[in-house]
Nanobody
C-alpha cells in the first residue's frame, strides 16, 4: 500500500526557513511533487522531481526560494523553503506520480499525481 507522510511544518516568522520532508513507502522510485493550498485558495503546484534522472521542475512563483531534492536511499523528498512570507501560509502536500512523466513541466499539475499525503501546516506570522 502506497503511503506518503509529510513532516516539518510549523509556525515561523517572516524571513525564516523551513524544510519539509515527504517519506514515501510502498512505491519506489517515482516522481514526487510538492503542492500547497492556502486559505480560500486553489491547490498550487510548487515543484516536482523525477526519480530516474532527478530532473526538477519548479513553479515560477517559488523558484529561487524553494528547492526540492530527494534521497532515494531513504525514499524521502524534501522541500527547502527560504525567505518565507505570510502568503506562504498553507497546508503543504506531497504527492506521488505513477511515473517520471508525471513530472515533466514547471506547471506541476496536480492531475498528474495520484497518491497524496495528508499534508503539513505551515504558518508564517510575526
Amino acid at each position: 500500500q502506497v503511503q506518503l507522510v509529510e513532516s516539518g511544518g510549523g509556525l515561523v516568522q517572516p524571513g525564516a526557513s523551513l524544510r519539509l520532508s515527504c517519506a514515501a513507502s510502498g512505491r519506489d522510485y517515482t516522481a514526487i511533487g510538492w503542492f500547497r493550498q492556502g486559505p480560500g485558495k486553489e491547490r498550487e503546484g510548487l515543484a516536482c522531481i523525477q526519480s530516474g534522472h532527478g530532473l526538477i521542475y519548479s513553479a515560477d512563483s517559488v523558484r529561487g526560494r524553494f528547492t526540492i531534492s530527494r534521497d532515494n536511499a531513504k525514499n524521502t523528498v524534501y522541500l527547502q523553503m527560504t525567505s518565507l512570507r505570510a502568503e506562504d501560509t498553507a497546508v503543504y502536500y506531497c504527492a506521488s506520480g505513477s511515473s517520471d512523466d508525471s513530472c515533466s513541466s514547471k506547471l506541476v499539475s496536480q492531475y498528474e499525481f495520484d497518491i497524496w499525503g495528508r499534508g503539513t501546516q505551515v504558518t508564517v506570522s510575526s
